[in-house]
């Protein structure tokens, strides 16, 4: 990745950032990590699929580990089993190695340390620094007072053995769900309310993906993940800005617990993009009622949602890098995304042609019968990719909105009298059209000159317009999806409105009959394309079959990010 940053046109990471400043301090002569390898980790919790937040963490994690010549592991944090799944863990590991990243044999669970997990309380409970409370949650809110009145809980001054029996009847499954939890004995007239007694078990009857039912306990993030971290040797733990009021409590935990290692959080900004959410409950809310087809619906700020529009992993890092790391929240616009994009496949899409809303052209001077063969180029950027034949005949299928009968004004496309190119082939006069009983035009009429071949006009005259166009006789039928923003609004959470009432109606256009070039036949996914003056299409990774092609629009060829 540091080679990558170094690459990126304007990128503040080739300076660095302040993650790398912090870790370049403690990893010189006298610093707390002098002489050890930076060890990172990314730690998704399973319970849905990873989205471009998340890519923002992964990017930072693996990408921080690899400039310093570090690790970085991948540890699932299972410690919920509320909406854990192995569906979302398989999915996690897809999508990171997607991204170009690889944890080796570094794939670790948190509930792995569950043992662990409960001897450290223990451990904390016979130290005097836990007690179990009886306390409601509501309760437990209400004795941790405000910041002028804090107030103690009555189980806070219980003896170490009554807490300790507690505990251990907890663990064996002698008390309901919610009758106890284990607390945390820190600083009640503490101005962060983290560190007022915070709750680190708690009982939840749950069946767990691993563990089955072997507990009936989980510890809390908040002493799980320094926990985690400690064991396995990492040296920063790099995590978003919502969790820079927990770090104390982080510190606090490993401070008080026999592990060998310590440790460093650093909070850098998560990143927000417009026009969309990234809630994981928001998320799934879609999916589970069906407002998206589902978390690869390509309107979806998730990674698989985005791979199957056709993002590449290129444009999603250029995207991360280029935005940079800071300590200050902030909202990117999606058209910046968008321009990642585009400028990747610029340079690495085929180009090709692709009429969405055909109608049929009839060169009524072409011999009837007749056909012949142009050579065009697959990428102008890319002369080694070649060039490809295409098929011209009498008749070829344009645009619909390339003829009008009645021409609009700086109209410069078909109408009655008017010359334009057909792109690589010849230039042809418009003549007239014909319209079925609706008055819908079904056919338009024009003459080539023959003279003209390959666009050429040997007596100077100006044809102000080119259009694109397939062979009628020998094209494909394809499929294609047009997709627009997911909310009608850059911030569907704010206002007291629910963020489904901005749901864009309009952020799916499905068109059928679809006219391409046959070389297209056979493409599969990740295969991405240029339509010409449509933008860029991606063959559906999901829907998409030899015999009923169907392309997903990427990204359109006219770029509004403003930089």
């Known amino acids: 990745m540091a080679d990558e940053i170094k690459n990126v046109e304007g990128d503040a990471a080739v300076q660095g950032n302040f993650i790398w400043d912090f870790i370049k301090e403690d990893t010189a002569e006298g610093g707390r990590f002098e002489g050890k390898k930076v060890h990172t980790r990314f730690p998704p919790e399973p319970n849905g699929y990873l989205h471009i937040g998340h890519a923002k963490a992964l990017c930072i994690d693996f990408g921080t580990a690899e400039h310093f010549g570090g690790i970085c592991n991948l540890r699932m944090d299972d410690t919920n089993p509320t909406k854990e799944d192995v569906e979302y863990i398989d999915a996690i590991k897809e999508d990171i190695k997607w991204l170009g990243y690889d944890w080796d044999d570094r794939f670790f669970y948190a509930s792995q340390y569950f043992d662990q997990m409960y001897e450290f309380a223990v451990e904390l409970i016979k130290k005097g620094l836990a007690y179990v409370c009886e306390l409601t949650p509501d309760k437990v809110r209400e004795y941790r007072g ?76 908040d002493f799980a993940h320094p926990i985690e971290d400690a064991l396995e040797g990492i040296t920063h733990s790099l995590c978003s800005l919502e969790f820079e009021a927990h770090r104390p409590l982080y510190d606090w935990v490993i401070n008080n617990i026999s592990v060998p290692c310590k440790p460093r959080q650093i909070e850098f900004a998560r990143l927000g993009i417009n026009n969309t959410v990234m809630s994981k409950r928001k998320l799934r809310e879609l999916v589970e009622k069906n407002y998206v087809s589902g978390w690869d619906d390509p309107r979806m700020p998730t990674l698989c949602g985005l791979r199957r529009r056709g993002y590449t992993p290129k444009s999603i890092r250029s995207f991360i890098e280029q935005i940079g790391v800071s300590k200050v929240n902030s909202i990117v616009e999606y058209g ?37 063969e142009f050579e065009v180029e697959n990428n102008p950027n890319r ?57 819908n035009v079904v056919e338009v009429y024009a003459e080539y000159d023959p003279e003209t071949k390959g666009g050429n006009t040997p007596d100077g005259r100006k044809v102000r317009g080119t259009i694109h166009w397939v062979d009628a006789n020998n094209c494909l039928d394809a499929e294609v999806r047009l997709y627009d923003n997911l909310f009608t609004v850059p911030d569907p959470d704010t206002g007291d409105r629910n963020f489904l009432d901005y749901l864009n109606e309009n952020s799916l256009e499905v068109l059928t009959g679809c006219k391409a070039e046959k070389n297209i036949a056979g493409a599969k996914a990740p295969k991405s394309y240029q339509f010409m003056r449509h933008g860029y299409f991606c063959i559906d990774n999901k829907d998409s079959s030899p015999e009923h092609l169907v392309f997903n629009r990427s990204v359109s060829l006219k770029d509004s990010f403003k930089k």
């Open 146 to 221: 405000d910041t002028q009145t804090p107030a103690k809980s009555p189980y806070r001054d219980r003896p170490i053995e009554e807490s300790l029996d507690l505990f251990e009847r907890m663990k064996n499954g002698e008390f309901e769900d919610g009758k106890m939890t284990l607390r945390a004995k820190i600083d009640l007239a503490s101005g962060n309310f983290n560190m007022r007694d915070p709750v680190i078990y708690r009982i939840n009857r749950l069946k767990h993906h691993r563990t089955g039912d072997k507990w009936c306990i989980y510890p809390m993030y």
């Open 383 to 439: 002369p080694e990719d070649g060039t490809r034949k295409v098929t011209f005949s009498r008749e070829l299928y344009i645009e619909e909105t390339d003829f009008m009968e009645e021409p609009v004004k700086k109209y410069q496309r078909l109408y009655p009298g008017n010359e334009v190119r057909i792109k690589s082939a010849y230039i042809v006069k418009c003549t007239g059209c014909k319209k079925d009983e609706n008055g």
């Open 336 to 372: 910046f995304l968008e321009h990642c994009l585009r400028d990747d496949l610029n340079e690495t899409a085929e180009r090709t042609m692709c009429v969405l809303k055909p109608v049929k052209l009839v060169i009524t001077n072409y011999p009837e019968g007749q056909s012949e």
